[in-house]
């Protein structure tokens, strides 16, 4: 089956720790996105990358950082640099050459004691 | 910058009709799009339409945009139990870096048996 896997789907640490979250995707996109959702908010576009080895960031990059070195994976670090880490995170994927579609998986609930 | 404003609520009894409004400030907009999330999963794209259409059916969902006013509607007919979640507007304008997308706040629906 073809889709975004994130684990886990909870996830807690202690406030000061970095935390990584995961991400992969075998439909063979070459954009992937994080989002962060608060309740009763929509989702914030954190970090992005249209291809390997390069991102950008995105409304609200501080206190997270990604990397990019395969093209299926496209993991996010919350640093002890984030305010207020607990929080849905959301990761997509999209295929840059046809599709307007942004493909989600099913998010990672962190929370931060 | 971009933004999307939904209402937060929507009560509709089940086999009535229910519509979702939206409404956007990004006269570039080039695709609209209504997402819906279950309780703790990811988004579900439900259906998209391009800035140069005023309507799009896809069996029962009816997607009205009003470009000049820039208002999006989602109308669902026959709405079902399994229609309760949460549905959000996204806009992506025509010079988006990374083809990014700006979502509302989401309106939570409710169907009453």
Redesign the interface.
Known sequence: DGG?T?SPKYLFRKEGQNVTLSCEQNLNHD?M?W?RQDP??????IY?S?IVNDF?K??IAEGYSVSREKKESFPLTVTSAQKNPTAFY?C?S?N?RAD????????T?LTVL | GEDVEQSLFLSVREGDSSVINCTYTDSSSTYLYWYKQEPGAGLQLLTYIFSNMDMKQDQRLTVLLNKKDKHLSLRIADTQTGDSAIYFCASRGAQAAGNKLTFGGGTRVLVKP
């Not at chain 1, 009763?40 to 576009?45: D, E, K, S």
């Not at chain 1, 307007?100 to 998010?107: D, H, K, T």
Request: charged letters at 15%; zero cysteines; aromatic letters at 18%.
């Open positions: 975004i994130q954009a996105y989002y009763g908010q929509g989702l914030r576009l992005y249209q950008q995105g409304d959301l997509a999209r840059s307007n579609e942004q493909f989600f998986g099913p998010g609930r």
